[in-house]
């Protein structure tokens, strides 16, 4: 899905979300904050060494997963894709309206042995869990 000047539709569920740290990335190839939105109840979500998510779509025990959608210039896209993390790729990501869009995705081996966060329903509330069990 793309807007009317021809940006595509992002979905993101981690750092690149407002204020976090890879935020700049979308930033600096022109992007744009769309909407806050959630996927539909088919995901599942693990936290990579408390630094980044990944998100993967399950066939049982998936749930809907806050995220970012973001208008991203066409030409920008491959140059915050190359930034991500090892082990995440963009892939179709199913929204909780039926639309589908372009999102961040985890490939199966980052995930493994890692903790799955899915209870939490996000990034964002997974780490202000996290911070709040700090204190």
């Known amino acids: 899905m793309q807007d009317d000047r021809?940006?595509?539709y992002l979905a993101v569920n981690g750092t690149l979300?407002?204020?976090l740290e890879l935020n700049p990335n979308?930033?600096?190839v022109g992007a744009t904050f769309v909407k806050e939105t959630e996927t539909a109840?088919?995901?599942?979500?693990?936290?990579?060494?408390?630094?980044h998510p990944?998100?993967?779509?399950v066939t049982e025990g998936g749930r809907s997963i806050a995220l970012e959608i973001w208008a991203v210039p066409a030409a920008g896209l491959a140059a915050v894709l190359m930034q991500e993390p090892p082990g995440l790729a963009?892939?179709?990501v199913l929204l909780n309206?039926?639309?589908?869009?372009?999102?961040v995705l985890g490939e199966p081996f980052l995930c493994e042995n890692q903790l799955e966060i899915t209870e939490w329903g996000g990034w964002r509330a997974y780490t202000a869990?996290?911070?709040a069990d700090k204190a």
């Open 54 to 57: 990944a998100m993967m779509r």
């Open 26 to 28: 979308l930033l600096n």
């Open 97 to 103: 309206d039926g639309e589908t869009v372009l999102g």
């Open 6 to 8: 021809g940006n595509l």
């Open 90 to 92: 963009v892939g179709k």
């Open 129 to 131: 869990a996290a911070i």
């Open 41 to 51: 109840p088919v995901y599942r979500l693990w936290s990579i060494n408390d630094r």
């Open 17 to 19: 979300m407002r204020g």
